[in-house]
């Protein structure tokens, strides 16, 4: 099981983007999620988590970016707003399976990611 991030593009700075996850059900309904990202050289680094009520924020994306979750599509979304440039990464959804929600390795099913790419 893979969860498919999609959404990506090119969008200038300043712009939005909401990026879609599309979640089997059970892992869904049983799971918290997160977004991470990775810039090309970099390592991959966290953006957001959520569960059925708690929110986290990377500090980076903290007031711009905002997480939520489509209970009755199985779909977690990010939506960006004031893109900038360095939010330029490929863009992965992750089940969250314990422990530290800001590490990569406390998640799992990364699937292939959608590339955001911010530039004028």
């Known amino acids: 099981v893979q969860l498919q991030a999609s959404g990506g593009g090119l969008v200038q700075p300043g712009g939005s983007l909401r990026l879609s996850c599309e979640v089997p059900e059970y892992t869904f309904n049983n799971y918290a999620l997160g977004w991470f990202r990775q810039a090309p050289g970099k390592e991959r680094e966290f953006v957001a988590f959520i569960s059925w009520a708690l929110t986290y924020y990377a500090d980076s994306v903290k007031g711009r970016f905002t997480i939520s979750r489509d209970n009755a599509k199985n779909t977690v979304y990010l939506q960006m707003n004031n893109l900038k440039p360095e939010d330029t990464a490929v863009y992965y959804c992750?089940?969250?399976?314990?422990?530290?929600?800001?590490?990569?390795?406390?998640?799992?099913?990364w699937g292939q990611g959608t590339q955001v790419t911010v530039s004028s």
């Open positions: 992750a089940r969250h399976n314990g422990g530290t929600y800001y590490v990569t390795g406390s998640y799992s099913y």
